[in-house]
């Protein structure tokens, strides 16, 4: 039974009188001072304030307290027994259990005071840094207490903690690149779950989408080598997907391939750095996507480009990996449901947002879909540019052909072909799902799920350029068709303010389709045909949990379990035919640990183990050390680290055996199943950023990359010899083990400042790169330089914004040092084939192509119509109209081995228009 307004604990009190005069030998004037009172109490449940004021009355004592010091506390309850107790002890128990103190005056009088153990008593504190307009979690954001000297980085979830806080009241800020300071005021209870969720408003509207390549001005180490918010709208310089590329005017080891739009980091090939869709992979089949845009932009919210050094985290792979996030909300947040649609000289996109309530969740729901412009819009310079790589290469028809048999045609590779009528068709179909609801602080539902449908085919004749009235020689067909569907469902989960949770499950599948045809009219028996049909499907599973264990220590550790499953048919008259099919389940276990080495430097350690299901186990283990200066009139930042990388799906690509083919190559995936090599490669990077003040901004990378194992189709096993022509059956027979290497850096000096009002940004950037690897069967064992490697790359970009809504932007690039002169089918066909004799492709790397150079303009008008939003952009790529060659075919000129080099150029000038409403 609980006390009401008096103390019903008190069973017994035996008190003595005040003062006793002693006996004593002295003079009666002489007294011994008093002695205090002693207690006999039991306090039994009771109530702070009733206990104090119990003994002060009963023992007599001047006891006086401050409510602002008890504070909640004065509800708390008590417990303390004695018997014959001085009044100090009982006090100091009563104290003792409210967590408060005492303290003794010189006057006699007792005072209450705060406890030291209260007041030293640590308490967690976490949250997540989100996106206030999408509710996307946002990494690298600092946040610092104005009473903790050292501030903290929110991880990739966008969540943070603060192990060890004394209780109390707390400014906190928050920063992020690109967005508005959040500063706000919070108080920090033991007895409290202290969890917040923060939201950060973005400093303007960002243009989707948002690419991540390096870090910004300002942000932290953590994002060397991966990325942060790039925070500029102009960044983009987009005029549709193949004029520029958006947002990557100059990134760090990044180039992008001419001809196909590939991107290749630091080196490496573009099968080695995948792409990911909110964590789904997306196994580009076709060399053809990187031009017309894997996805649609409208659906995209970010690009995360993470390159040599990732985390164990991030996955296995041999070069690195670029992250799409799906664009959820509007960029401004809006309650109320938005509509956007853009148009460009390939596609049309349109998305759709919306507000959604599921139970006690807010959130948002998206949809959004592309559809292809081509038979409209398709820019003539692109269609000429692909018309003429279509025309027939003399030297490869009549090698691969065997059409020279037929009469009048022996000098088949004397002709000089050029194109007569022909039909380019390229198509593209998307269709984008995704939404994210939350639940208070603590839970996050992400769900996502995708279909595209992309094809291109060519179908038309060529005849000898040199006599526009001959009639066509011969008709050919080339066409190709790829879907992807994907879809993942992921939890986020804040356990308590040391630990989160993120749980996903995610499902895709890929799948190519090529059929190809070339006829000589004057003897149509006489024919070529090639098909192809390869995809790949993937299942896996994923939880990972974000630990605190201490103000210094971070944890992330995690476990995924995949299974992937691959076909491959292949045929055509060249190279042998291959049947095969596999399913592969494996599991990984990873975790990483980043630990506060002061407070401006930090060690992260990661390890990723995988185990195949033949039983074969990888152990990749991982190290970095960074450190930075965020504050202060010269920011710095660097990053180096190094490790073990390994790659358990992997790309090839088998050359077109189509002479007239605008695709150069098909591409399919194999999982590895213990029976063929696993990519495996060392990395060591650096890099860093410098801003000394002024709106400068200096940065630079470099990269070191060891692949002591490479799988790579072997075109060396796929001539017979016997006449048989037995299919393949067995990844082991066509993939062989190769080897290579890779080294390089860049530098990039930045200025952003502001001419006579004018807002102005300009950037010089100079890459280097060296890389070289065997290839299985060909060029004698010697190491060669990669086709798609740019040993020197000059880039100059600027921007400029002359009047409110108008950005003005230019982009000047050069290259040089290009290897493999030629088409790459003649390598790839004839580099270990019986007829290969009197080609000149001994060694591609010594076979070199001219020099790239152009210069390319863009303007943008933005202009905001009530309700509405329109931007209006105009590009014009290739200013100067230049040549630049993309490669060379071959012509016989003379008897023997005597050859024409024939240039297949890229486009030439080309002007673009786009349009985007938003509403």
């Known amino acids: 039974m609980r006390p009401t307004g008096r103390v019903l604990g008190f069973i017994a009190a035996t008190l003595l009188p005040a003062g006793v005069a002693a006996q004593s030998s002295r003079a009666p004037s002489a007294v011994i001072e008093a002695q205090p009172p002693l207690v006999s109490v039991a ?227 573009v099968g080695e750095h995948p792409w990911r869709l909110d964590g789904i992979p997306l196994y580009d089949v076709t060399a053809l996507s990187g031009l017309l845009g894997m996805v649609s932009p409208a659906a995209v919210e970010r690009m995360t480009v993470r390159r040599s050094g990732f985390r164990a985290s991030h996955g296995s792979f041999a070069s690195g990996v670029i992250d799409l996030d799906h664009a959820v909300a509007p960029p401004d947040g809006a309650g109320t449901p938005t509509a956007e649609v853009s148009v460009d000289p390939i596609a049309a996109s349109a998305r759709l947002s919306s507000p959604v309530r599921l139970g006690q969740g807010t959130g948002h729901v998206m949809v959004a879909g592309r559809t292809g412009l081509w038979q409209w819009t398709a820019p003539s310079p692109m269609v000429r540019a692909l018309r003429e790589w279509s025309v027939p290469d003399p030297v490869l028809l009549a090698r691969v052909s065997g059409f020279t048999a037929l009469p009048g045609h022996e000098r088949l590779d004397y002709t000089e072909f050029g194109a007569r009528i022909g039909d380019e068709r390229v198509s593209l179909q998307d269709v984008h799902a995704a939404t994210r609801v939350s639940w208070g602080v603590a839970h996050q539902l992400d769900a996502s799920a995708f279909v595209m449908a992309h094809g291109v085919a060519y179908d038309g004749t060529a005849g000898d350029a040199t006599s526009a009235e001959a009639a066509p020689m011969l008709h050919a067909t080339d066409d190709y068709a790829w879907r992807t569907a994907g879809g993942q469902a992921a939890h986020r989960w804040l356990l308590g303010t040391r630990v989160r949770q993120h749980v996903q499950l995610r499902a895709s599948s890929h799948r190519l389709q090529h059929t190809g045809g070339m006829r000589m009219l004057a003897a149509p028996a006489a024919a070529l045909s090639a098909r192809e049909d390869n995809g790949i499907t993937e299942l896996a599973a994923l939880a990972e949990w974000q630990v605190t264990v201490n103000a210094h220590t971070q944890l992330a550790l995690g476990t995924e379990l995949a299974r992937a499953s691959s076909h491959l048919d292949l045929g ?51 190290l970095a050390l960074r450190g930075e200066r965020a504050g202060g009139p010269r920011a710095w930042a660097w990053r180096i680290a190094g490790g073990g990388y390994h790659q358990f799906v992997n790309q090839f690509d088998v050359a077109s055996t189509m002479p007239v083919a605008f695709v150069p190559s098909m591409r399919f995936w194999l999982p590895s199943d213990g029976t063929t090599p696993v990519a495996q490669s060392w990395h060591l990077a650096t890099e860093g950023v410098l801003r000394p003040g002024g709106g400068w901004e200096v940065r630079g990378e470099g990269y070191g990359r060891w ?73 004698g064992g ?73 210069l390319d303009l863009a303007a943008s008008w933005t202009r905001g119509i009530g309700r509405s939003r329109v931007e209006v952009g105009m590009s014009v790529t290739n200013v100067l109209d230049r040549q630049n060659v993309l490669d060379f075919g071959l012509r016989r000129r003379g008897e023997a081995d005597d050859y024409a080099r024939v240039p297949r150029v890229l486009p030439g000038r080309q002007i673009a228009f786009t349009v985007q409403l938003r509403r």
């Open 707 to 779: 692949q002591p194992s490479i799988p790579m189709f072997d075109y060396g096993v796929m001539y017979d010899t016997t006449g048989v022509n037995a299919p393949l059956g067995e990844a082991a027979s066509f993939v062989a083990r190769s080897d290579g290497r890779a080294v390089g850096g860049g530098v990039r000096i930045i200025r952003e400042t502001s001419v006579r009002g004018v807002e102005v940004r300009s950037e010089l950037a100079y890459d280097v790169g060296s890389a070289a690897r065997r290839f299985p069967s060909r060029f």
């Open 43 to 269: 306090l039994i449940d009771v109530p702070l304030v009733e206990a104090l004021e119990a003994l002060s009355q009963s023992a007599r004592m001047n006891l006086v307290w401050q409510a602002t010091t008890l504070g909640e506390k004065a509800s708390r309850r008590i417990a303390c027994r004695f018997t014959n107790a001085r009044p100090e002890d009982v006090l100091g128990c009563i104290t003792r259990g409210a967590g408060l103190d005492y303290v003794r005056l010189s006057s006699g009088t007792y005072v209450v005071i705060p406890g030291p153990e209260s007041a030293l008593a640590p308490t967690s504190f976490a949250g997540v840094v989100v996106d206030a307009a999408t509710g996307a979690p946002l990494p690298a954001a600092r946040v610092q207490l104005a009473e903790v000297p050292t501030g903290v980085l929110t991880q990739d979830d966008g969540g943070f903690a603060f192990p060890a806080l004394r209780p109390g009241r707390y400014a906190l800020t928050v920063r992020a690149v690109g967005y508005r300071p959040y500063r706000t005021a919070l108080a920090v209870d033991p007895r409290s779950r202290n969890t917040v969720r923060l939201p950060m408003e973005r400093a303007e509207a960002f243009v989707r989408p948002i690419v991540v390549n390096g870090i910004r001005p300002g942000a932290a180490s953590a994002e060397l080598g991966n990325g942060t918010l790039a925070d500029r709208a102009g960044d983009r310089l987009l005029a549709g997907p193949a004029t520029f590329l958006p947002g990557v005017v100059a990134p760090l080891g990044v180039a992008r391939r001419d001809g196909t739009g590939d991107l290749h980091l630091q080196g490496g090939d």
């Open 572 to 622: 055509n008259r060249v190279l042998r035919p291959i049947a095969f099919e596999t399913s592969v389940t494996r599991g990984t276990a990873f975790g990483d640990a980043t630990i506060a080495l002061g407070r401006r430097h930090h060690l992260e350690a990661g390890l990723r183990v995988t185990q195949l299901q033949s039983g074969r186990t990888y152990a990749e283990p991982r």
């Open 782 to 854: 010697v190491l060669q330089p990669p086709s798609w490697l740019e040993p020197h790359r000059v880039l100059l970009a600027g921007e400029m914004r002359p009047l409110p809504g108008v950005v003005l932007a230019g982009r000047s690039r050069a290259v040089w040092g290009r290897p493999w002169a030629l088409r790459q089918a003649y390598y790839d066909l004839f580099g270990a084939a019986p007829m290969q004799g009197g080609l000149p492709i001994a060694m591609p790397g010594a076979a070199g192509r001219p020099a790239v150079f152009d």
